[in-house]
């Protein structure tokens, strides 16, 4: 029994099997590539946790209110009754606290040691690059003041995207909030369009520093603060819209749209291109549908589109129009579509989404375009809104002589049978270049005149028939007034020469 037992466990152990020596060394491949894997997963997330450290950091220095840098600042004030000051943080750069050793010298008994930025750097190219807005992007404390430390800003710049200022009672370099806070600004370079929904305003840039779409927290309007910024650069997003969960913006000259959840934006869900199309002008949102306006490129191309975006990360285009002219704004309102451009204004039957039918077209009747009839203020209409039974057109000419620049108001009570109740003279409205935007609170219209200086004109509409002019508004941030948003008791506006998002009290207005 004994020696049956040991030969058993003899065969067992002397297998003739020979050992799968190609599946051992495919095995050791698979568990170094996991490996490496997570490795690199590894590296990635201290890389992360680190920069989330030093952003920080500096906040904890000089990126908020209650920041050490600031109350040092404001206990320097208390002795000296200015804030500390140099010939550097004079100039409209400013400074960098790291360099500047009057500052230094100023602050020093505020402080155990001068705060200092966790990447600076004292030989970093962009301290010598001959463009301004690059340098205010080292990683630096950046600090500026005006007459000899009236007024301070300072600002600093995250490794996550973004930058944070903070200001004295209304000034700032970047940043700027009257002492009763009915004016503040942002910056936000070549901005476009914006969009304010909840605590928030969207507002899209087309120069790779703005970082195409971004997020500002405006629950204080006198101090709006840069939460997040996307990764993609846009190049011309002319317009963006936010419905439920997600931002739709209009990419101009690259005929797409993108799509973005509004709670991470750091890059776009979905995106769609148009062809036949040189230009995407604008968007309107409806339900599962979005619709893109824009220049055709032939004569049988569609400039309006329809696209289910159903699923945000799977846009489709459904089906399209020819509209008679060049579209350049879009509202709806109930089952129709509103559309300006060129000589145009258009109506857009659309409560079977996939089934648009242009319902009525009318044009400025000096122009021999298919469509006479009634006399119409519609040369070089740019801008639409909708209110009620009316509809509000900014022009840019007219057929009068000398031609006309203003506001065209239209009774759309009965799509079939336009009628135009008004039309009002605006001077101040610059035809040098063909944008322009309005936006519509109560009873009024607020009007924007992009070349500089900008101006945003208040129109009392309480009687459509007869509007009036109230009220003209400039100063010297809000040159070429891009889009205007209006939301609760402030204005929202992007402000495209000036590089801001601009934020003024109706009050003002």
Request: glycine content about 8%; overall charge negative.
């Amino acid at each position: 029994m004994r020696y049956m037992a040991k030969n058993k466990l003899k065969k067992i152990f002397s297998s003739k099997t020979k050992p799968l020596k190609g599946l051992i060394v495919i095995e050791l491949l698979v568990v170094i590539a996991v490996l490496s894997l997570l490795g690199s997963l590894i590296l990635v997330e201290i890389r992360d946790a680190r920069a989330i450290a030093r952003d920080g950091k500096r906040d904890a220095e000089a990126g908020e209110e209650r920041g050490s840098l600031r109350k040092a600042l404001e206990m320097y004030y208390f002795t000296e009754g200015k804030y500390p000051h140099s010939i550097n943080s004079e100039t409209d750069d400013g400074c960098c606290i790291e360099e500047d050793d009057a500052i230094q010298t100023l602050l020093a008994p505020y402080f155990y040691s001068i705060p200092e930025d966790p990447l600076y750097k004292e030989d970093d190219p962009l301290a010598t690059d001959p463009d301004p807005d690059k340098r205010l992007f080292r990683f630096c404390y950046h600090y500026r003041t005006t007459n000899e430390g009236e007024n301070f800003a300072t600002r600093v710049n995250y490794e996550r995207g973004g930058y944070k200022e903070v200001a004295s009672s209304w000034f700032s370099m970047w940043t700027g909030d009257d002492d009763d806070g009915t004016f503040s600004t942002i910056p936000m370079k070549d901005a476009f369009s914006v969009f304010v929904s909840g605590n928030y305003a969207y507002v899209t840039s087309g120069d790779p520093a703005g970082k195409g779409l971004n997020k500002i927290k405006i629950t204080d309007p006198s101090n709006p603060i840069l939460e997040e910024s996307s990764n993609a650069n846009l190049s011309n997003p002319v317009r963006v819209i936010i419905s439920g969960n997600y931002a739709y913006i209009a990419n101009g000259t690259e005929k797409s749209l993108y799509i973005y959840d509004i709670n991470d934006i750091a890059e776009p869900l979905g995106t769609i291109s148009f062809s036949g199309l040189s230009s995407a002008h604008s968007i309107a949102v409806s339900g599962n549908y979005a619709y893109v306006i824009g220049d055709k490129i032939g004569a049988t191309d569609n400039n309006f589109r329809v696209i289910d975006i159903s699923d945000p990360e799977n846009p489709q285009e459904i089906i399209g129009l020819q509209l008679k002219a060049a579209p350049n704004d879009i509202k709806i309102s109930g089952n129709y579509a509103y559309i300006v451009g060129g000589y145009h204004f258009s109506i857009v039957n659309i409560s079977d989404p996939e089934n648009p039918e242009i319902k009525k077209e009318i044009c400025d009747n000096t122009v021999s375009m298919g469509c006479g009839g009634d006399y119409y203020h519609l040369k070089n209409s740019v801008a639409i809104e909708v209110s009620g039974n009316f509809a509000y057109i900014m022009t840019l000419s007219g057929p009068a002589t000398p031609h006309l620049k203003g506001l065209t108001v239209i009774d759309i009570s009965d799509p079939n049978n336009l009628k135009e109740e008004a039309f009002l003279p605006i001077d101040e409205i610059n035809t040098t270049y063909l944008y322009s935007d309005i936006d519509i609170s109560g009873n009024f219209a607020y009007v924007g005149s992009y070349m500089p200086p900008g101006y945003i004109i208040t129109i009392d509409i309480t009687d459509p028939s007869n509007p009036v002019e109230t009220n003209i508004f400039s100063n010297d941030e809000i040159d070429c007034p891009y889009q205007i948003f209006i939301h609760g008791s402030h204005a929202y506006i992007a402000v495209h020469c000036d590089d801001n998002l601009s934020i003024i009290s109706l009050d003002e207005l």
